[in-house]
């Protein structure tokens, strides 16, 4: 079974940047649709971008033209880059692929401070 692990969350004052990595344990984002969740205590997980094998990306419309999403398929390794953040952007991230089974990642920890 494939294990997703996310990692580069952090505090971040408004205004700066993170970047978010998932790495794979097995052969995934060449063959499935991925992506990045967030979630809020007390709300449900949404999606933030996804990607898929090919490289077509779909983003939120709270994110578009801040996030970029993107893989290395060779290094099995999925990024979400975040600029501008906003406090509104507070949340755990989970990454996600999906190939007949559905696979998280146990989230990182993302807060921007005002």
């Known amino acids: 079974q494939v294990h997703l692990v996310e990692s580069g969350g952090g505090l971040v004052q408004a205004g700066g940047s993170l970047r978010l990595s998932c790495v794979a344990s097995?052969?995934?984002?060449?063959?499935?649709?991925s992506g990045w969740y967030r979630q809020v205590p007390g709300k449900e997980r949404e999606l933030v971008a996804k990607?898929?094998?090919?490289?077509?990306?779909v983003y939120a419309d709270s994110v578009k033209g801040r996030f970029t999403i993107s893989k290395d398929n060779t290094r099995e390794t999925l990024y979400l880059q975040m600029n501008s953040l906003k406090p509104e952007d507070t949340a755990v991230y989970y990454c996600?692929?999906?190939?007949?089974?559905?696979?998280w990642g146990q989230g990182t920890q993302v807060t921007v401070s005002s």
């Open positions: 996600n692929a999906k190939k007949i089974l559905i696979y």
């Open positions: 097995g052969r995934i984002f060449s063959i499935a649709t």
């Open positions: 990607i898929t094998s090919g490289g077509v990306t």
